[in-house]
């Protein structure tokens, strides 16, 4: 029933704190998405999940970008040492399979002042 | 950077009218995907169309993709009120078989009852 479900909907942080952004998929789906979405660079994807495993995390902007998937369910997209350029959208997506169309929530909207 | 380019990047219309969106793209592509995005809101799957398709129809929705020209189009008849939101096409990344997309920069649509 539900569909992807993302925690907090808002989150405002100051500058060098750390974030977690957790992420819910639909129930069996076996592959999930992280995506970003900013004014100035549109959606860039971040990391792929099949199962637990990430087999692409070639989207991760930097070493204070990280992601975890337990149970082959939820995921969490930590975020280290906040700077503003964090600022974003951090939308998660899932798919019954990896070639299937993505399921999004509605996002995570991240302030950093 | 962006492999879909988008035009218009704004639209503007009357209920009722049809509205079409072009969406230009660079590499090889195994299929096109159309979302739409609500203001605040997560994206949501429209379409897909596969390479060796050259039209697709899902209701009022009418999709075209001309690999030759490495473009399509979407049209949306007799447009509503409840229409208007952000639409994006994407693409799968080139050598990937799951959804590694790369999104255009989106074309709003407005629709004026």
């Known amino acids: 029933g539900a569909g992807v479900s993302q925690s907090p909907s808002n989150k405002v942080t100051e500058k060098g704190k750390d974030v977690e952004l957790r992420c819910d998929p639909i129930?069996?789906?076996?592959?999930l998405y992280w995506y970003r979405q900013s004014l100035g660079q549109g959606l860039e994807f971040l990391i792929y999940?099949?199962?637990?495993?990430?087999?692409?995390k070639s989207g991760l902007p930097s070493d204070r970008f990280s992601a975890e998937r337990t149970g082959g369910s939820v995921s969490t997209l930590t975020i280290q040492r906040t700077q503003q350029e964090d600022s974003a959208v951090y939308l998660c997506?899932?798919?019954?399979?990896?070639?299937?169309?993505?399921?999004f929530g509605n996002g995570t909207r991240l302030t950093v002042t | 950077s962006q492999q879909g380019e988008e035009d218009p990047q704004a639209l503007s219309i009357q209920e009722g009218e049809n509205a079409t969106m072009n969406c230009s793209y660079k590499t090889s592509i195994n299929n096109l995907q159309w979302y739409r995005q609500n203001s605040g809101r997560g994206l949501v799957h429209l379409i897909l169309?596969?390479?060796?398709?050259r039209e697709k129809h899902s209701g009022r929705l009418r999709v075209t993709l001309d690999t030759s020209k490495k473009s399509s189009s979407l049209l949306i008849t007799a447009s509503r009120a409840a229409d208007t939101a952000s639409y994006f096409c994407?693409?799968?990344?080139?050598?990937?078989?799951?959804?590694?997309?790369?999104f255009g920069q989106g074309t709003i649509l407005t629709v004026h009852p």
């Open positions: 129930s069996g789906h076996t592959a």
């Open positions: 997506a899932s798919s019954l399979r990896p070639s299937s169309p993505l399921h």
């Open positions: 999940f099949q199962g637990n495993s990430a087999p692409d």
């Open positions: 994407a693409t799968e990344t080139p050598g990937t078989s799951y959804g590694k997309l790369t």
């Open positions: 169309i596969r390479s060796n398709e």
